[in-house]
């Protein structure tokens, strides 16, 4: 089955500084990643997301990049603000997966600091 | 309206209680998903309904049972559980695809203490 890798664990920067996040999965089957936010005492919340017909995505600060190729994928934040600090997870999915079944990274705590 | 609910909030039971989690939602969403999140973990998916059936059950113990009465709501019933069953209960619901995935709108959760 699928596994998804997440790094790193911890990840603290500067205020204004950008931030990356790496991912990589197993199964070239994978078409579908997802990036989710969680607030600490929130629901996760989807903030970007990439499909496997696209190398790049942006969304304002926010852009995720996937390599097919090298079964990696990263989210990028840039000029970093306080109410980034969060826990990511990334996450793959793939149409061999029974009812949109989606594999989580094991998420990474980013702190901005002041 | 793209929001999911859940109710209660908070829930503390003891180990010989029975009790049930709800969740809503008026989507259109075909499919609905319950995740236990432990801290500084990631969501560990449960169970999946998809179009009223369960579809997916990730080996769950039988002392929780989900249920599913209708395309809206989804019901976790709990009975005899453990100190290490307290956790967030997430319920999550997104469009169903066959040949592609779609985004999951997650609930604000429930927080389970078990005493």
């Known amino acids: 089955g699928e596994n998804v890798e997440q790094h790193p664990s911890t990840l603290s920067v500067q205020e204004g500084d950008s931030a990356v996040i790496k991912c990589t999965y197993s199964d070239s089957a994978s078409n579908y990643f997802p990036w989710y936010k969680q607030e600490l005492g929130k629901r996760p919340q989807l903030i970007i997301d990439?499909?496997?017909?696209?190398g790049e995505k942006k969304d304002q600060r926010i852009a995720v990049t996937l390599n097919k190729t090298a079964k990696h994928f990263s989210l990028h934040i840039t000029e970093t603000q306080p109410e980034d600090s969060a826990v990511y997870f990334c996450?793959?999915?793939?149409?061999?997966?029974?009812?949109?079944?989606?594999?989580f990274g094991k998420g990474t705590r980013l702190h901005i600091l002041p | 309206d793209t929001e999911v609910t859940q109710t209660p909030k908070h829930l503390v039971m003891g180990m010989t209680n029975k009790k049930s989690l709800k969740c809503e939602q008026h989507m259109g969403h075909r499919a609905m998903y319950w995740y236990k999140q432990k801290a500084k973990k990631p969501p560990e998916l449960m169970f999946v309904y998809s179009y009223e059936k369960l579809s997916i059950n990730e080996s769950v113990p039988s002392r929780f049972s989900p249920e599913c009465p209708n395309s809206s709501l989804l019901n976790l019933h709990l009975h005899a559980l453990q100190p290490e069953d307290s956790a967030l209960y997430l319920c999550?619901?997104?469009?169903?695809?066959?040949?592609?995935?779609?985004?999951?709108?997650f609930g604000p959760g429930t927080r389970l203490t078990v005493t």
């Open positions: 999550a619901s997104s469009q169903v695809g066959r040949a592609t995935s779609y985004e999951q709108y």
């Open positions: 996450a793959a999915s793939s149409p061999m997966n029974r009812d949109d079944k989606i594999i």
């Open positions: 990439i499909r496997s017909n696209v």
